[in-house]
Every structure is written in structure tokens, then in C-alpha cells.
């Protein structure tokens, strides 16, 4: 189990062009007690980038069959994710600049959000990663 190794689990869309560096920024001040995740700000979870504290996946592992099972058919995977989350009594942590939500490259010259998305060709990708490497 490498999550057990870790304070945070991150599942990443490949589409997501997204900065480990600045997602360790953002969870500096975070200690990893009580179980949290990091939500994107409005009102859905549905993302391409999540993070979860240690005890909010060791929370999910050991409480899943009772708590997350019976939403395994009725939710794309973030979803599901999200509402087991909050059924195990993670909390969320919300950060506005966790996810910029765009496919345009100009959109990407910015040296404090975490992950932009989506981009679905490797061009793209790859002129959004660099745009904000130079932000």
C-alpha cells in the first residue's frame, strides 16, 4: 500500500496538467489529522485532480464496505470518491486555486494554481505545463 506511506494521496486525470510542487504549497499548513480532502471550489467534487489526507484514504479503506459500496454503479469514479469521502467524515478543504477549469493555454500563466484542465491534445498540454512553469 503505498498510500500508507504517504500524508496525501493525489489520482491525477491525464489531461490534467497539474504541479506537485505547487499542490505541496497549498498543503503546507495542512496537517493531515482530522481526515480531509481538497475540493476545487463549487458545488461538485467531479474533477481531474484529487488529494486525500492519509487518514482520509486509510478512512475510505477500512470503512468502504459499510459506507462506499452501495454508490459503485451510480457515480463516475471522482464522484464516488467524493461521496465516500464524506460518508467516512473526511472533511473538505476548499481552495480556489486548486483547479482552474479551461482549455485555453493564455489561462495557464499562473504560478499559484495547482492544475488546469482539460487538455486533450499534447500540444496543448505541453504549451499549458510550460506557460506556467514560466508564471
Known amino acids: 500500500n503505498k498510500w500508507s506511506r504517504a500524508g496525501w494521496t493525489v489520482k491525477a486525470d491525464a489531461d490534467a496538467v497539474w504541479f506537485p510542487e ?5 498543503l503546507k499548513s495542512q496537517p493531515i489529522w482530522p481526515p480531509k480532502y481538497l475540493r476545487p471550489p463549487g458545488r461538485w467534487f467531479v474533477g481531474p485532480l484529487e488529494a486525500m489526507s492519509f487518514y482520509a484514504v486509510e478512512r475510505m479503506v477500512s470503512r468502504r464496505s459499510e459506507h462506499c459500496n452501495f454508490w459503485l454503479d451510480n457515480s463516475p469514479e471522482d464522484g464516488w470518491v ?9 472533511q ?3 481552495d480556489g486555486a ?9 489561462a495557464c500563466h499562473d504560478g499559484w494554481v ?3 484542465h482539460p487538455f486533450k491534445s499534447v500540444g496543448a498540454w505541453n504549451a ?8
Do not use: P
Open 22 to 26: 505547487r499542490l505541496a504549497w497549498h
Open 82 to 90: 467524493a461521496k465516500c469521502l464524506d460518508a467516512v467524515g473526511a
Open 92 to 94: 473538505a478543504i476548499w
Open 98 to 106: 486548486f483547479l482552474r477549469r479551461t482549455s485555453v493555454v493564455s
Open 114 to 116: 495547482v492544475n488546469f
Open 128 to 135: 499549458c505545463e510550460s506557460m506556467a512553469r514560466s508564471a
